[in-house]
């Protein structure tokens, strides 16, 4: 198993910003049928379907993830409301999140992200357009993951690590293969 470090984005991604947007009345103040970002509350979006069973099977694969976000600089309550929805519908990720105008800037294996404004196009690693041909949905994404990454199709618990008494050497296999051919990695200690 490679282990690879994912950001994922929220907004578009995770939670469902365009739905809440949508449920602005015509009757509101054009600033904010403008504006969405700069007053809707973040931490009642809706979840975007399959993005839970989705991170649960990335991090049950051994990855390790993040979320990259762009919080609305006029609104900041939303950097805090973005803080209890995560704690609310993404618990394995709190303490692991960065509020970022600058996606180019981090540093990882996978960007998952909706948008490209935000330097996503020149992040150093594998950027995932989420919404577009081939990434259409967490569905897609998951199987883009693993078809580029095959030892990645078997989860974690799969794996059964062997230590040779005499040399040391530890060494994984999957369950019920004997063969040498998935041995994936070997180390000492
Ligand atoms: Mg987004």
């Known amino acids: 198993m490679i282990k690879k470090t994912i950001y994922i984005d929220m907004d578009g991604v995770l939670a469902d910003f365009q739905k809440a947007a949508d449920l602005i009345p015509d009757w509101a103040p054009e600033h904010d049928k403008m504006h969405p970002d700069e007053v809707l509350d973040f ?34 309550a939303a950097w805090g409301q973005k803080g209890a929805w995560i704690e609310e519908h993404f618990p394995a990720l709190k303490r692991k999140v960065f509020l970022t105008h600058r996606k180019d800037l981090l540093i990882g294996d996978i960007l998952i992200d909706d948008t490209t404004y935000r330097g996503q196009k020149d992040f150093q690693g594998e950027f995932i357009h989420f919404g577009t041909s081939g ?22 618990e799969s794996w059964i690590h062997e230590r040779n008494p005499d040399t040391g050497v530890v060494r994984k296999r999957l369950s019920g293969d004997y063969g040498n051919e998935l041995i994936v990695e070997s180390s000492n200690g």
């Open 135 to 156: 990434s259409q949905d967490w569905e897609e994404v998951i199987s883009h993951v693993c078809i580029d990454n095959q030892t990645t199709l078997f989860p974690q």
């Open 43 to 76: 931490s009642t979006f809706e979840v975007i379907p399959g993005a839970k069973e989705a991170v649960a099977k990335l991090i049950d694969m051994g990855h390790d993830l993040f979320i990259a976000s762009t919080p609305p600089w006029n609104n900041k």
